[in-house]
């Protein structure tokens, strides 16, 4: 077996190799190389230095607000993303009738698009907030629990299917044993069935974290940014800055690799903490 994985492995990695190379690497490289320029296409770039990450912080104030914007709504949605999709995992682990159906239900918003969404929900919110002579885009807060509302809705079931495998594939003698010792029903959540379930955890946390922050046609089709640019995410502000004015591609791309770095550090420090947690589970 193992000299068959070996003659015909080369015939399956290569072409995935060589795609990734192409559509991923050398632009990621150029991409990188670009924010040190002053460009309007790739063949009249400029080497400038660090004076696009510089220009970045400083031209003006709208890219550390959406920053701070995408930090506050990455930290609501992560935390009411997980907590409701494990509650409904919870709910729909005890064989009550229609269980499958439920599951269905709830794991269909995620096959919709996000400019769809976004579009829907803005429907939506402004039939209710125009009842009180203001839309989405009045207030920023408005705005800002509309994606928070949108987030929750496209990712929980999500997020639920992964919740019930990991419940499911639960150790049935652990608990059991609890229950003959005595724990109660919150005792045996806290303390068997959640640090049994850390692989789960870290793996939706993962997820909610890495698309909260990467969130840009939701918010797109949602708000656009209004009203000011205050509920402008990093993904809508980076998108703005490339495509908005010329000779602003250079800032643009800047930002797109602090946007990389930055999400990648924050990925990596969660996964990091909650791989922990699984091993000492």
């Known amino acids: ?26 632009p990621f490289l150029m991409g990188v190389y ?11 770039a ?9 220009r970045a912080f400083s031209g003006s104030s709208d890219f550390l607000n959406a920053l701070w914007f995408t930090i506050k709504f990455t930290v609501v949605s992560v935390i009411s993303i997980n907590v409701l999709a494990f509650l409904l995992a919870l709910l729909l682990t005890r064989k009550l009738p229609g269980t499958n159906f439920f599951r269905t239900v709830f794991f269909m918003p995620n096959l919709i698009g996000g400019i769809v969404l976004g579009y829907i929900w803005q ?39 992964i ?27 806290f303390k068997i069935t959640v640090p049994l379930l850390m692989p789960s955890i870290t793996i939706c946390t993962f997820l909610t974290l890495t698309n909260s922050f990467k969130l840009f046609d939701q918010n797109l089709a949602l708000t656009g940014g209004a009203p000011g640019k205050e ?40 996964l990091l903490i909650t791989r922990r947690r699984e091993f000492e589970s």
Do not use: C
């Open 34 to 44: 670009l924010s040190f320029t002053e460009f309007t296409t790739v063949s009249d």
């Open 123 to 161: 429907l939506i919110i402004n039939g209710v907030l125009l009842k009180f002579g203001v839309d989405i885009t009045f207030d920023a807060k408005y705005g800002f629990w509309g994606l928070v509302i949108l987030m929750n809705w496209q990712m929980i079931g999500y997020m639920m299917i």
């Open 231 to 270: 509920t402008q995410m990093l993904a809508l502000d980076i998108y703005n800055t490339f495509y908005g004015r010329t000779g602003y591609e250079g800032i643009g791309q800047a930002k797109a690799v602090i946007f990389f770095i930055l999400v990648a550090l924050i990925a990596g420090a969660q």
């Open 1 to 26: 077996m193992q000299k068959t994985l070996k003659k015909y492995f080369p015939i399956f990695v290569i072409p995935t190799f060589a795609a990734f190379i192409v559509a991923f690497f050398v």
């Open 163 to 189: 919740y019930i495998a990991g419940i499911q594939n639960l150790p049935g003698d652990v608990i059991e044993a609890a229950h003959i010792d005595g724990a109660t029903g919150v005792q045996t959540l």
């Open 46 to 54: 400029k080497w400038v230095g660090f004076s696009n990450y510089i």
